[in-house]
């Protein structure tokens, strides 16, 4: 069992910045990749920012030179750092474990307000 716990969100102004956190936990597991995603009640859960185990990164269009993933594969660990947000950012973000299986955190609330 893979357990998937997210930290970090909150309230910010537009143009603010915050740190996500992520750490997967549990037993007899590899981690492939793992990474970020948002979602809306009015959109489905979209791709924020992944990254491989060997470091490789890919970037929704929306975030790029913005959001800044990176990972600590010693402590199955994935971190986003947000800088110059947007209104349009306001969402529930989800952290991701990729393996056979994904394993999804609770979600962390980020809001910013304009």
């Known amino acids: 069992q893979v357990q998937v716990v997210e930290s970090g969100g909150g309230l910010v102004q537009a143009g603010g910045s915050l740190r996500l956190s992520c750490a997967a936990s549990?037993?007899?597991?590899?981690?492939?990749?793992m990474g970020w995603f948002r979602q809306t009640p009015r959109k489905q859960r979209e791709l924020v920012a992944v990254?491989?185990?060997?470091?490789?990164?890919n970037y929704a269009d929306s975030v790029k030179g913005r959001f800044t993933i990176s990972r600590d594969n010693g402590k199955n660990a994935v971190y986003l750092q947000m800088n110059n947000l947007k209104p349009d950012d306001t969402a529930r973000y989800y952290c991701?474990?990729?393996?056979?299986?994904?394993?999804w955190g609770q979600g962390t609330q980020v809001t910013v307000s304009s």
């Open positions: 990254i491989t185990s060997g470091g490789s990164t």
């Open positions: 991701a474990a990729l393996m056979s299986t994904t394993y």
């Open positions: 549990g037993s007899g597991f590899t981690i492939n990749a």
